[in-house]
Nanobody, 123 residues
């Protein structure tokens, strides 16, 4: 499956952004989806994940309550709605797809990756 992340941009602290992850190729509904982010000089870290049906979601503590992950399998798209953004949320955001056997919390658990979209939050 090929993934393309989009929707990033420059936003002031307290603002919102919605990222999209558009899939093509293999049936999107076969895969769980995760969002990760990587700030300059830091390792890529888990942000949120959703299972194949959308019935189960998980979030990193750093974004819990501010971020919502969702998906629309009919549109082959997953979303990451981010509210109350903080400067520390600044990073390149990546979406990824995994088979059910992969761990949702680690990059190694994902089989396919999108190219990333930059999110910059100004103070």
């Amino acid at each position: 499956v090929q993934l393309q992340a989009c929707g990033g941009g420059l936003v002031q602290a307290g603002g919102s952004l919605r990222l999209s992850c558009v899939a093509s190729g293999r049936p999107f509904s076969r895969y769980g989806v995760g969002w990760f982010r990587q700030a300059p000089g830091k390792e890529r870290e888990f942000v949120a994940a959703i299972n194949w049906s959308g019935g189960s979601t998980n979030y990193a503590d750093s974004v819990k309550g501010r971020v919502t992950i969702s998906r629309d399998n009919a549109k082959n798209t997953a979303y990451l709605q981010m509210n109350s953004l903080k400067p520390e949320d600044t990073a390149v955001y990546y979406c990824a797809a995994r088979s059910t056997s992969g761990s949702m919390y680690y990059t190694g658990g994902y089989d396919y990756w999108g190219q990333g979209t930059q999110v910059t939050v100004s103070s």
